[in-house]
């Protein structure tokens, strides 16, 4: 009963006419980035960041308007992979397998709308676990020491390939890379300087914010200007939605069984909104079975992924929230704008800031249900927005990314620095390292080397402490497995991921 | 299937992983003695994991992606140089000028027609400069577009 009284204060929060001004706003947005193909979730909600800040919201209202943003993008990542067989994101690949023949056989408008209910569902569902799990983990956690806090670290990179990474140890040179970045600076414990090279503009450190604008935003004009893909693609016509109420019965079971699915991907480390989508899918092939049409356009085919991958983010939400230990790209860039809105996250953010995380939490409830709202009737101004071509909206970003970044702390050192960033990921991608590890070091280097420290003060100095207890010698083992199992079953599912794409366009 | 980028890759990290565990060894003890954990323990162990893993990228690397040659590899060299500039000259042209230049050149070099593009770098200027200022009460610089 706690949890519904918190909850409503969160809704207080989050109803006050700013903060619902602020969820309206990113959901908004939030759907236009998700639905534009190169401008993924993570991306979108980065490049918004510099702008919270500068607009001097306060904590909550700022965390509401980017979460608003992340359920958004979930939401619109699935508009091009129906209208233009490309997913907007990473985890609505799965859409595209009965999403775009069904808008080929003229059912784009339907597929749209069956694809915006089972979102709905599967967030809502996730949601509400999010708001039964996450207190009870958040309390379990106030048992962590800083050795248990240090292996959770561990665990987090470990994992945040995902099992179907494809090579951890870039995974491992990614996330020391960021780690490495995060020690420059002035150290918080002695007061020394480390790796400023008499810098003054180092002092402080690195700026993770600048960094992620650089990595994501900037990286990503450089790949469409080598790919050349400025031109954009021909959309589908979208024609009028012909949708009965017994259509919308018959994806019911699927959306529940994928949104449970979804969720439970989503707050295991390590399984990802991607997997969400995928295990629900081809669990719907295989209940349904031979009565199902997949792959032909069949709507629980559609319903399915879209249920799985919105009940997997706001699972993720729920190791970000009670740990601080983002299981995504997205949720890290989340953690990044708690910490520099001076927030500590992990369990006590529960105690010591609980309008915040509640607020956060309503405001999921309420943007889920925004959400819905936009996307039914309005789903021909974001089919509009789609028709952009890159040429012209990449440079546009990349304006903002500047005006954001400039914004902050009126210095050109810091575009500079971000440029660099972003010649860095590129250069990266192309070599297939993944930048999230690399923005995970920089978030949680400093956390992990002060739990570290606290660590070996209790010990006093004995390197044991670290696998002292059963619990961190479980994280521990959790985190080698996470090393070691992409390397076992990673091949296999990857192989069973581009079979299911490939059985699809033979069908097509 | 060469594998070049992966080695070389490997190689400078190497060397990074090298050169910031030296770095590390060279900080005075702080003030108050030497703790179990100093401000070089840390740093210590990453440039270990970096050095480790590094190796292994050099001895089992991935195979090499495309790399842009010839016209796009100047696009790219361009972009970047385009970038750098509009850094460069935001404060002294001001935020308008710069921007119509920046953003026109993008999407010209991008593919689209130079007078859309540059159409399209003034009206995001213009818009972005009066929402910012007017609207939200930021201050982008006015340049040479300033007069008061």
């Known amino acids: 009963m706690e949890t519904l009284q918190f909850l409503m204060e969160g809704f207080a929060v989050a109803l006050t006419p700013t903060n619902l001004m602020l969820a309206l706003c990113g959901a908004f947005l939030g759907t236009l980035i998700g639905a534009l193909p190169g401008l993924g979730p993570a991306n979108g909600v980065a490049i918004l960041i510099p702008l919270a800040f500068t607009l001097g919201l306060p904590p909550e209202s700022a965390m509401i308007l980017l979460t608003s943003v992340y359920a958004g993008a979930m939401y619109g990542g699935r508009i091009s992979s129906i209208l233009l067989n490309i997913p907007g994101d990473e985890p609505a690949m799965m859409t595209c397998l009965d999403g775009y023949p069904m808008a080929k056989n003229g059912k784009a408008a339907e597929a749209l709308a069956v694809s915006a209910i089972a979102s709905f569902i599967g967030g809502l569902i996730g949601t509400l676990g999010l708001i039964l799990l996450a207190p009870v983990l958040a309390r379990f956690a106030l048992t962590f020491g800083p050795a248990e806090y240090f292996a959770l670290f561990v665990l987090a990179f470990a994992t945040l390939g995902g099992i179907t990474g494809k090579n951890p140890m870039k995974t491992v040179v990614a996330a020391t890379l960021g780690i490495m970045i995060s020690t420059v600076g002035i150290d918080i414990s002695t007061g020394t300087q480390r790796y400023t090279f008499g810098v003054l503009e180092l002092y402080e450190g690195i700026d993770f914010i600048l960094a992620i604008v650089g990595l994501f935003a900037i990286s990503e004009l450089l790949l469409f200007i080598e790919e050349r893909a400025g031109k954009g693609r021909a959309l589908i016509q979208v024609g009028k939605l012909k949708l009965s109420m017994k259509d919308i019965y018959s994806i019911l079971p699927t959306t529940f069984r994928g949104g449970i699915l979804g969720f439970v991907a989503g707050v295991l480390p390590g399984a990802g909104a991607s997997l969400g989508s995928f295990i629900s899918y081809t669990l719907e092939k295989k209940v349904l079975g031979k009565k199902g049409r997949f792959g032909e356009g069949d709507m629980r085919g559609v319903a399915a992924p879209e249920a799985g991958n919105n009940g997997a983010s706001s699972g993720a939400l729920v190791p970000m929230l009670t740990l601080g230990v983002p299981g995504s790209g997205t949720t890290a860039v989340l953690l990044a704008m708690l910490i520099s809105l001076n927030i500590t996250p992990g369990p006590l953010m529960f105690t010591q800031n609980a309008d915040i995380v509640w607020g956060v939490i309503a405001a999921l409830l309420i943007g889920n249900l925004l959400l819905l709202v936009l996307n039914i009737p309005m789903i021909g101004v974001f089919v509009k927005v789609l028709s952009v071509p890159p040429m012209y909206l990449l440079p546009m970003v990349t304006m903002i990314a500047f005006v954001g970044i400039y914004s902050i702390s009126h210095s050109t050192f810091d575009l500079y620095f971000m440029v660099a960033f972003g010649v860095a990921g590129y250069i990266l991608r192309k070599l297939e390292m993944p930048l999230v590890p690399i923005i995970l070091g920089m978030l949680l280097g400093p956390e992990m080397e002060k739990n570290l420290g606290h660590a070996m003060i209790i010990s006093d100095g004995d390197w044991g402490i670290l696998w002292g207890t059963p619990l961190a010698v479980g994280l521990w083992l959790v985190a080698g497995l996470g090393l070691i199992l992409p390397y076992l079953i990673g091949p296999i599912l990857r192989h069973r991921m581009r079979n299911a794409i490939k059985e699809d366009a033979v069908s097509d | ?148």
């Open chain 2, 1 to 148: 299937m060469t594998s070049f980028g992966d080695r070389f890759l490997g190689l400078a990290l190497f060397v990074l992983a090298v050169s910031y565990g030296w770095v590390a060894q060279q900080w005075p003890p702080p003030f108050g003695g030497h703790e179990a954990v100093g401000p070089e323990t840390f740093p210590t162990i990453l440039a270990f994991i970096l050095a480790g893993s590094s190796l292994y990228l050099m001895f089992k690397p991935d195979p090499d992606a495309h790399w842009p040659m010839g016209r796009t590899a100047a696009e790219l060299v361009g972009a970047m140089v385009i970038l750098v500039l509009y850094a460069f000259v935001l404060e002294t042209l001001g935020f308008v000028i710069a921007t119509t230049l920046a953003v026109g050149t993008l999407c010209w070099r991008m593919g689209a027609k130079p007078r859309a593009a540059f159409l399209v770098g003034v009206i995001s200027a213009v818009s972005v400069f009066l929402l910012f200022n007017n609207l939200l009460e930021l201050s982008l610089p006015g340049g040479l577009l300033e007069f008061d």
